[in-house]
């Protein structure tokens, strides 16, 4: 594993040197996406295997990259582990080279050293002491398990002694008070957690009690915050990203630090992580990439990323990674996979050909030939109409249709459907007439 890990991290470099561009912009990404055989472009999860691969969690499959090619891990969707987890996709790897991919309604297991899914996760939940079905699931760095069961009690497995402990009952003042725990992080001795009414509390691992609890974000967080990420700086300060802020905690003085936040119609913070030099990147659903210096707090937005075509990357943005090289992989909604490394000046989407027309391959979501022949496109900033015999390249009912369109079809009786991403879809009367918005 370790010389597969080794060539993989080679591999990465020599994509960064192969890739050469002028040193007027800041920041360059390679996309990796379906023309590089990743399964499909909708990016759900991000994680470091163990072994130096990265994990990709698409919205159909896992993918497994090295560098070079993916591996794909199928799974039969009638023996799934079935469970009320509604919150976002996330992948754990514990101590015994498996991956639990907590999903939207249901639980996977996957074991790394056979390739194969573990179906029987109720029998391997029991060894650890839980009877009752589960809602969450957490893995700490050391490995040790934090499992929330349907009736709300809230339990740790450690795997060194492997004993289980109750940390609250389902049942009890204050479960029934604050809530259930949604994110947690451990820093050395320490684990944060974070519950549904706001509160964090700081659990000791040596005296298996909690310290102190802190409520600034009760009242703010609630069970509806279904964007939340923590991470523990090389001190052990905390921090916290929410829907519509990243806040900064000093463990010392025990303060809070506003650092930045965001506004808008479906705007929002999606995701964060901390790179090898304890700066903070995060996404957002509308706003691109935001970088933090963890020393000075300055904060850079990319609301849209340069590319080296001369074109721009705009798309909503589910999740980051920085990985131990100093690179940053970037998972979008709908536009795959992007890497960026300290080599690289500039954003870059390695597939796209150079042409007259700014409607390229990065931006392009669907096609339809219309009757005349003529080719209906649609593309991140709305409807265009291409003329192959001229290759004329027009936008259509701009006025009415100016954002993300990911579906064209016809009806039988000619009218034309687009649906869009955030307003809904409309109906082209006879492929080409009035426009109606449902």
């Known amino acids: 594993m370790k010389n597969m890990a080794k060539m993989f991290w080679a591999l990465i470099s020599f994509v960064c040197l192969v890739f050469p561009c002028k040193s007027v912009e800041q920041y360059k990404f390679r996309l990796i996406d379906v023309p590089d055989g990743l399964s499909d472009n909708q990016i759900r999860g991000l994680s470091m295997v ?30 799934k582990y079935v469970w009320t987890y509604s919150r976002p996709p996330k992948e754990y790897y514990d101590g015994k080279d498996r991956v639990w991919m907590k999903e939207l309604r249901y639980l996977l297991l996957l074991d790394l050293k056979t390739n194969a899914f573990n179906y029987d ?11 009752k079905r589960l809602k969450n699931l957490f893995i700490d760095d050391a490995k040790n398990y934090w499992f929330q069961t349907e009736d709300n009690t809230f339990s740790f497995y450690d795997v060194g002694k492997h004993k289980k402990q109750v940390i609250d009952r ?45 409520s600034r974000f009760e009242g ?3 069970e509806y915050t279904d964007r939340l990420y923590l991470h523990p700086d090389s001190v052990g300060n905390l921090w916290l990203m929410y829907n519509n802020g990243i806040c900064f905690y000093n463990r010392i003085l025990r303060e809070w630090r506003d650092v930045t936040s965001i506004s808008g119609i479906s705007n929002f913070f999606t995701c964060m992580d901390m790179d090898r030099n304890g700066d903070i990147w995060a996404g957002t659903s509308r706003s691109g990439l935001r970088h933090i210096d963890g020393k000075t707090f300055a904060v850079s937005e990319m ?21 131990p090289r100093g ?31 700014y409607i390229t391959n990065e931006s392009v979501r669907c096609f339809l030939e219309d009757e005349d022949g003529t080719v209906l496109v649609g593309s991140g900033k709305g409807l265009f109409r291409f003329h192959p015999e001229t290759h004329k390249v ?18 039988h009786r000619g009218n034309i459907w687009v649906g869009t991403f955030l307003k809904g879809f409309y109906q082209i009367c006879g492929g080409g007439g009035s426009v109606s918005i449902f």
């Open 303 to 323: 609301p849209d990323m340069p590319l080296t075509n001369g074109g721009m990357l705009h798309n909503d943005i589910y999740t980051v990674m920085s990985d």
């Open 170 to 214: 389902g049942d009890s003042e204050f479960t029934q008070r604050y809530g259930v725990p949604l994110e947690l992080a451990q820093y050395k001795n320490f684990c944060w957690i974070v519950y549904s009414s706001g509160l964090i509390r700081c659990w000791d691992y040596t005296s298996s009690d909690f310290l102190f609890q802190d």
């Open 50 to 79: 163990p072994d130096g691969r990265v994990g990709i969690r698409t919205a159909s499959i896992l993918n497994i990259y090295d560098g070079a090619s993916f591996e794909y891990f199928p799974y039969d969707k009638d023996r």
């Open 121 to 131: 996760i109720q029998g391997e939940l029991e060894t650890m002491g839980i009877d």
């Open 394 to 411: 027009e936008q259509i009912f701009k006025d009415e249709i100016n954002e993300l369109v990911l579906s064209l079809s016809r009806d």
């Open 327 to 357: 690179g940053l992989w970037v998972g979008t909604l709908f536009q795959g996979l992007c890497y960026y490394h300290p080599s690289m000046q500039k954003f870059q989407l390695a597939q796209t050909s150079p042409g007259s027309s």
């Open 220 to 222: 703010i967080i609630n």
